[in-house]
């Protein structure tokens, strides 16, 4: 509690979120969008149209909020920067929905998980970011836990997939994607999560309509329409969280909590897909997981060592 300048008590601001709680929420919203798009795409609507109107829904519904908040359009340097970026962000995200026609999810989501290692030599290139060696190492560990998933057999995966197809397109995506939370961050120092994820989703909207409208159907199948709108509002969810994380915490910290999808990948595909993964995976799921934990915790000592404060009151 605090007193305002009348005397009077108020209470205490609001803490926001930590930026590993904010992203390990991200990442449960990314598998919810994986599960309902890969649900949409295994019927009659195609790759193309399930991207296109997953982005288009989710501009009505960004817009609408972006001028209920009274926000002034961003200068033509951000608009470029913003189209750039989205570029980036559309082909990942085409490629990796692909990917979810080839192959099982929890695999897919595992072989994404390159895109982690790529992020903090990435961030070290564009922003200059130093590479904490406990962070090099979590990260290198948790990509074996990967590794050892990614050989597991999954029973109920697409009969009629192509695998090498599917890892083509996921390694395609998981570049991209990396490139694209690196250049997040890098514009969430200058501009809100409001700005951020209303451009996420009008401009890659705006790159897939011409497409749509020449290679595929134009509309989803009738009877997909509720997942199509719950797919806008997790979408939005995803980098709303991940745009206020990123914003607040190096991306190299941040980056190996992404492994935690392979647990909701892989709960996801069993509840839906009666896609079974073998047992590496959760050896692999294990292994993710305690690299995350020695990320967290390095972080917080981290923290404190810099702040002059106590080791021991250890809250991450």
Known sequence: MTRDCRGLIAPAAMRTPHPILLVCFGVIFGCGVDAVMKAIMLGPTSVI???????????????ALFMAAGRRVPTLEAIRFHTLRSLAQ??????????????????????????????????????????????ILASLIGFCGAALAATAETTGAPADGNRVYGVGAILVSAVLYALNIVLLRLRSRQEDSLTLVTFMNILPALFLLPFMLVFSAPLPAPDSWPLMVSVAFLGIGIWWLMTMAYGRAKAQTLAPFEYTGLIWSAILGYVFFQEVPGWRVWAG????????????????????????????????
């Open 90 to 135: 559309v082909i990942s995200a085409f490629f990796f929905f692909y990917s979810l026609t080839q192959i099982a999810l929890a695999e897919a989501v595992v072989l994404g998980f390159t895109a982690a290692l790529m992020i903090a030599p990435m961030a070290r290139l564009v922003l200059g970011e130093k590479m904490s060696p406990v962070t």
């Open 49 to 63: 149209t399930a991207t296109t109107w997953r982005y288009i829904l989710g501009a009505v519904i960004m817009i």
């Open 285 to 316: 799921a294990a292994i993710i997981i305690a690299a995350c934990l020695v990320v967290a915790f390095e972080t917080h000592f981290a923290a404190r060592r810099e702040a002059r404060m106590p080791a021991s009151d250890i809250v991450v």
